[in-house]
């Protein structure tokens, strides 16, 4: 993208301050995870507040002695009361310094990761505490972005952040995207819209390893895409040549339409969505793949159909939305993942491979092999797992802040 320039929406937002508004004392002991760089200072490490910090504004987290751990912002409302964005006592949280960190981000997918930069890219360009921006997740889909906050500071920067994004990006739109339920965990009003810049059309049609999709940033799930899935799905498509393909919880046919390209012959896309496939039914036009099909179902329900007809494949992609919200939930997922593979290994004929994604990052790598390990006991079948994977490299992990790494894809053979 060419560099332009223009003025977001809103007011000057120099009006926010980067003084330091108070100082934060930990309770004895519990500084530990803070001086390893770990950004979020839950209420409950927390001894007392000096000063009358507003919400947003900065404020230093110091040891039960006095001694200076790092800076972060401030917010009541929250449970993460102060998120940490820098340990050097002198940080200024000013427009030079996010500018700072959005080039970091950036520098990482274009200089290293060298991530197609062309007029119809899409990659995500800061993924919140993995990119040391905790609270904040932009993503680029050819000329436009969307971004998202999680965290209230960053959003009341919003339009210094917009601006910088349309200046380092060359962008020609910034549209706000926002999470059901965070207005709630942090006290955070915004409503999704425009931010800066020109209004992005009903369809962006973007380029991935040289496949079209067509993205709806307003309307879309997550912020149109899931970019989280590109290496996994050229992963698959890598053994999808004359293969019969399920994709279930297909969204807009990622995985189904890497499969058809790679020479599928046949690919069955199955989502409860309907513009979810009214989307997929695009893409697969605008790569003219004709092997495609879609089916508007609940999978579970699919499934079981499938298997009354005797239908048979070769490749089962099983992507579900996240199952476990909190710790709470953790064993009905499980029983749910567990359902959804027995499922899947009846529709498998010999030698089939399941390709296994989990997007709940309270589910490890561990609990899903667990899963794919009961249900080959279970329908007496040999399974072997032969790749673990994780999401592509735009969405990297804090080794500070494990808690960002979510997504796992478990591709195994069942035999
Ligand atoms: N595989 C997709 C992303 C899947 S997101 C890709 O690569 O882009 C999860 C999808 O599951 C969403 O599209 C959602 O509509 C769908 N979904 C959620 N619950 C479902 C259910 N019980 N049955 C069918 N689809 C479901």
């Not at 955070?188 to 810049?197: A, E, T, Y």
């Not at 048979?312 to 749910?336: C, H, Q, S, T, Y």
């Not at 592509?392 to 500070?400: E, L, N």
Request: charged fraction near 25%; proline fraction near 4%; hydrophobic fraction near 40%.
């Amino acid at each position: 993208m060419s560099p332009r320039f223009h003025h977001c929406y809103e007011l000057d937002p120099s009006v926010i301050s980067s003084d330091i508004a108070g100082q934060i004392f930990l309770k004895p002991k519990r500084a530990q995870p803070f001086y390893s760089r770990h950004p979020w200072v839950f209420a409950g490490a927390i001894e007392r507040i000096e000063g009358e910090p507003a919400d947003g504004a900065a404020v230093d987290v110091r040891s039960h002695v006095g001694n200076f751990v790092a800076r972060g912002l401030f917010n009541s409302q929250s449970k993460i009361q102060v998120r940490l964005y820098s340990w050097d006592e002198t940080a200024v949280f000013d427009r030079e310094f996010f500018k700072a960190r959005l080039e970091r981000a950036i520098s990482f997918r274009h200089d290293l990761l060298h991530l197609n930069t062309g007029p119809n890219a899409a990659y995500r360009v800061a993924f919140s505490e993995a990119d040391q921006l905790s609270g904040m997740v932009v993503d680029r889909y050819g000329e436009y972005l969307t971004v998202q906050f999680t965290s209230l500071a960053l959003a009341e920067r919003r339009v210094m952040l917009g601006e910088l994004l349309m200046e380092l990006l060359g962008a020609k739109g910034v549209y706000l995207r926002t999470e059901k339920g965070i207005g709630k965990l942090e006290g955070v009003v915004l409503q999704d819209g425009l931010l800066c810049g020109e209004m992005p059309p009903a369809e962006v049609v973007i380029e991935e390893n040289g496949l079209k999709f067509a993205v709806n940033l307003s309307e879309g799930q997550k912020t149109g895409y899931y970019l989280d899935q590109r290496d996994n799905r050229t992963a698959v498509a890598e053994f999808a040549k004359g293969k019969r393909v399920l994709d279930a919880f297909s969204y807009s046919g990622g995985f189904g339409v890497y499969a058809a390209r790679a020479g599928a012959v046949e690919v069955e896309c199955v989502d409860a969505s309907e513009p979810a496939l009214k989307l997929a039914e695009r893409n697969a036009e605008l790569n003219g793949l004709s092997v495609m099909k879609f089916h508007k179902s609940d999978v579970f329900t699919r499934l079981e159909e499938l298997a009354i007809e005797g239908r048979k494949f070769d490749i089962i992609v099983l992507d579900p939305p996240k199952f476990a919200r909190d710790r709470a939930a953790i064993p009905e997922a499980i029983k749910g993942y567990r359902r959804l593979h027995a499922l899947a290994v009846k529709l498998l004929d010999a030698n089939g491979i399941m390709v296994s994604c989990c997007c709940s990052g309270l589910i490890t790598m561990d609990m899903l092999e667990d899963v794919i390990g009961q249900v080959a006991v279970v329908a007496k079948r040999d399974i072997q797992v032969f790749e673990r994977r994780g999401p592509s490299a735009d969405h990297p992990v804090a080794v500070s802040c494990r808690e960002g790494s979510y997504l796992k894809c478990i591709l195994s053979r069942v035999v």
